[in-house]
């Protein structure tokens, strides 16, 4: 029997506490205390007692006690005195769903959000009853217990925020803080970059091609690029896609895939920075050319393989064979690259025959239609081509053949020889179907400079030639003319004559220099 003593203690009871009773007669086994209420209860006989309450985590604290028989105890509440700080939370900076923003190491992206300066924080505390405050440049933006999320917003500006975590238990006690450095960065990249496609090239002939970056801002980290069909439009008015992945760090150059489809297309760039803040770059145009292997090209014949060197003929040749693509050209001796327009399409390959055309017509230019002489043709497909041989195995030949020189008139016909030395002498010539590449010489001697003309709007037949010849060292002859030679290469050759005669002889423009006569230009 005894007295039952009813008692309380005062928080906080946060684990398992205890009342231990302490007498003379040794110590009793802790008696639990509710801990909803913190209540406990023992029984006592008279004497004097120590009470020791504990409680994990808790100072133990003593209260003394003395019972004396029949006495009627009110006894106050002992109170645990608690001044130990729980251990640290720790702090995780995760995406904000609602702000769209995301986060990139230690590192806010600019988001779609009106401001993305919210971020989200996750805490984590293993203690019972203890909150975490969440501050940021340590002002308290937010409360949370373990595992919550709670949104924050940032300090106003770009720049390094310091987010911190401090845990606090129900004494107040606050532990050591958990700190993240966020810094929020929603400024782009400078945009005055520009790309560099191919090296410049107006024409590939490649699917994946070399794109440079040329003057990236500083902050640039990455890269994305992109190919669009321009459908007729201009570059500058291209619709470059949204979603361009801007993952590739930015390097020297970079390659990338074109659409397949042969044509006009557009290069469209986005520089990102470490926060993957975009910038986007002017499109840059691109030509893609044929990219499959073409069959390399067959020449059978020429129609017609003879022309006459003149201007008043046909001036177009067709080239027969096989495997002619639209870009094949001809080679006609140093003339090359001639344009051969043909019926291919752009699927003309070696695996699809069928859009290569069997021929294709060529223009002369002036300057081969009126040189005369035979002249070895070729075709060739630029690349791509199987076995990158693009020029046509088969070699055949096109003549264009001289016709006869025509004089009209020559100026002068002879020159008086005196006491001075001959030095240049200036010479006209006037006629007709003379080829461009027309061959002159007097005495033996070839012209120091040719200038052919053909302005004649009545006569494309009529040729003017500005000539000037040396003439150093021939003496006069009375009796002999000396021989102005004109003659079209792999044709005629016309001879007129040209007198040196005495200074005392008078050489009149009728063609008569003296005695004896001179022969007549039609002679």
Known sequence: SGTVLRGTVAGPVTGEASVTLISAAGTTQPTPVDPSSGAFALTLTPGDYTLR???????????????????????????????????????????????????????????????????????????????????????????????????????????????????????????????????????????????????GAAEVRALDVDVEVIGADDDAEKVGLAAVLLNGAACERAVCPDDIDCAEPLGRAHRLALDPTPGPQCVCGVLCDAAQNQAALDPTPVFLGPHRARPVPVLDAIAPDALAARPDVARTITLQGAGIAPDTVADIGVFTSLPCRSEATDDCADVDLAACASAC??????????????????????????????????????????????????????????????????????????????????????????????????????????????LSGLAPDLETDR???VTNPTGDRVELPFGLVPAVVDCSPTGHCGIPLRRSLGQ
């Open 53 to 199: 309450a504990a409680a994990p985590g808790h100072d133990e604290v003593d209260f003394a006690l003395h019972l004396d028989i029949g006495e009627v105890l009110a006894l106050g509440a002992i109170v645990l005195v608690d001044d130990t700080p729980p251990s640290a939370p720790t702090l995780g900076v995760e995406p904000d769903p609602v702000d769209a923003c995301k986060v990139v190491g230690d590192l806010v992206q600019q988001g779609s959000g009106p401001s993305c300066d919210v971020i989200a924080v996750r805490v984590r505390h293993s203690e019972d009853g203890v909150r975490v405050e969440i501050a940021v440049d340590a002002a308290v933006a937010a409360v949370a217990g373990d595992g919550e999320v709670r949104r924050v917003t940032l300090t106003a500006g770009d720049g390094a925020k310091r987010v911190r975590a401090t845990a606090v238990d129900p004494a107040g006690n606050r532990s050591a803080a958990a700190e993240a450095m966020v810094v929020l960065d929603r400024m782009p990249p400078v945009d005055t970059a520009r790309l560099l496609v191919a090296g």
């Open 361 to 470: 017509a060529v223009e002369l230019p002036d300057a081969l239609r009126l040189s005369s002489g035979q002249y070895p043709v070729w075709l060739r497909t630029p690349d791509p081509v199987v076995d990158g041989a693009g020029r046509s195995l088969q070699q055949r030949h096109l003549t264009l053949i001289a016709p006869r020189p025509l004089v009209d008139a020559l100026e002068p016909m002879g020159v008086a020889v005196g006491d001075e030395p001959l030095d240049t002498v200036p010479v006209t010539l006037r006629g007709r179907d003379l080829t461009d590449n027309v061959q002159f010489s007097l005495a033996g001697r070839p012209p120091l400079a040719i200038d052919l003309r053909r302005d004649d709007p009545e006569d494309a037949r009529a040729v003017t030639a500005e000539l000037a010849f040396d």
């Open 483 to 485: 021989i102005l030679a």
